[in-house]
């Protein structure tokens, strides 16, 4: 056993544990305040039901022996046949076990990625029951497609270094399947959706970015250069992202907002994960230059197209995971890049797309058949929090009035576009600020 690789893999899936609790302080701080917890507890319930099916079944379907290139064995069940001594491959390795909690921090993150897209309008037990099936049913064989040996993804030598493809489009592209489901929010594109919290924003962002560098580069599973690497272009790459999306923020709408840059930081951290061990630092800064302009253009989409992605998933995770998958093709300087690896590239994103999307849709589907997927028109109106938590996120009694009635009043959730904004909202808006 190496125990400095070891242990560096293990602080890895600590941080990496962090992201979910960042991602719900990011997601919680976008949405209206009656349904603040509510959001919190969608990226919340993840640990708890992928945690327990990764255990169960998971690791073996994803990382078990291959069947067909599809699908992994269900020889670990259990995580049966590996023990303490268990190491990876190679004379001096890490204890399987490791690698197991590294990678159960992934499966845990990756479902609560889609819940920013389904913000204020589902029923929390819908929503558990359809995370607990997505897992099983998407992210499982399509981690085994991507990183396992014999997966027909890992065998066509498609770059995914630490989950462009298996994260960030297959959760992309699942919330886009259940918004479609679900539908759009009562109000979308007449109410104001601001966020109610700027700071828990940034906080969450925050905790995202510092998470980030144990996704990324304990990807390499040691402390060796390609980890250095890993890490250094997770920086860069972040960094010009936020100046991205903050200059379409300028040149579109006249201002430098606070939602931008943190939005930027995260299209940044995405379009680097699947690349960013194969190129050097300035092809990271051109990587995250294209995902916060391009990934700050996207999430414009949704009034212009009509679909309801409340926290701007598609927009970000979507977009952005398609961007690095494929620049890895073009700026890649480790010998992997051309015009043969981009096709494999865009073979590797567009498939994860295809099966994500037409299985994802059919989950969700089946959850709204069973027990209903979208909450009654009265709990959303009221705020998820009570109906489904019976708590709220702050009590304001001893400032006056009840918590409800200020939590109906406010405004909140995603990137709210002036342009196409009508006239109702945009006077409400004003009544809102004043």
Same mark, same amino acid.
């Given at each position: ?6 242990? #560096? ?16 302080? #990011? $997601? ?21 039901? =992928? ?5 169960? $079944? ?19 069940? &259990?995580?049966? &046949? ?84 298996? =994260? ?29 919290? %700027? ?99 996207? =999430? ?6 009509? $679909? ?9 995770? %979507? ?9 890895? &093709? ?11 690896? %981009? ?6 994103? #567009? @498939?994860?797309?295809? #099966? ?19 909450? @009654? ?58």
């Amino acid at each position: 056993m190496n125990g400095a690789d070891t242990a #560096f893999v293990l602080i890895s899936a600590a941080l990496v544990m962090l992201m979910t609790p960042g991602l719900a302080l #990011f $997601y919680g701080g976008m949405v209206r305040v009656k349904s603040a917890l509510n959001m919190l507890m969608m990226s919340f319930i993840s640990l708890g039901i =992928v945690s327990v099916l990764w255990v169960l $079944y998971g690791y073996s379907l994803a990382f078990g022996t291959d069947t067909g290139g599809l699908i992994g064995s269900l020889e670990h069940i &259990g995580l049966s &046949g590996i023990g303490v001594e268990t190491l990876t491959d190679g004379e001096e390795g890490i204890p399987v076990l490791a690698f197991v909690l590294f990678q159960l921090m992934f499966a845990v993150l990756t479902p609560a990625l889609m819940s920013g897209a389904l913000a204020d309008r589902v029923k929390f037990s819908a929503w558990a029951l359809f995370i607990t099936l997505w897992a099983t049913v998407v992210y499982f064989p399509v981690a085994h497609w991507v990183w396992a040996e014999g997966g027909w993804l890992f065998e066509l030598e498609v770059i995914d270094f630490a989950g462009g493809t298996a =994260v960030h489009i297959n959760a992309g592209v699942g919330a886009l399947a259940a918004v479609l489901v679900v539908g759009r929010r009562i109000g979308f594109k007449r109410e104001p959706m601001r966020p109610h919290s %700027l700071p828990l924003v940034v906080l969450g962002a925050a905790l995202l970015w510092f998470g980030w560098f144990g996704f990324n580069a304990g990807s390499a599973l040691g402390a060796n250069g390609t980890a250095a690497t890993m890490a250094l272009n997770t920086q860069v790459a972040t960094a010009a992202a936020i100046l991205g999306w903050l200059l379409y923020e300028r040149i579109r709408h006249g201002a430098l907002t606070t939602l931008g840059a943190a939005s930027g930081a995260v299209a940044g951290l995405v379009a680097i994960t699947p690349a960013g061990a194969h190129v050097n630092a300035v092809g990271a800064i051109v990587i995250g230059l294209a995902a916060g302009l391009v990934c700050s253009w996207a =999430v414009s989409l949704k009034y212009r197209l009509g $679909y309801d992605d409340s926290l701007d998933v598609v927009g970000v995770h %979507l977009v952005g995971g398609v961007i690095g998958t494929l620049l890895v &093709g073009v700026l890649a300087t480790d010998g992997v890049g051309g015009l043969a690896q %981009l096709g494999k590239q865009a073979a590797g994103a #567009f @498939s994860v797309m295809a #099966f994500s999307f037409a299985v994802s849709w059919i989950l969700a589907k089946l959850v709204d058949a069973a027990v209903g997927f979208r909450a @009654s028109e009265d709990d959303e109106t009221a705020g998820l929090d009570q109906a489904y938590h019976a708590e709220t996120a702050y009590d304001l009694s001893a400032v006056g009035g009840s918590p409800a009635s200020r939590g109906t009043a406010g405004t909140a959730g995603g990137h709210d576009d002036s342009a196409t904004a009508s006239p109702s909202a945009k006077e409400t808006d004003k009544k809102v600020d004043a």
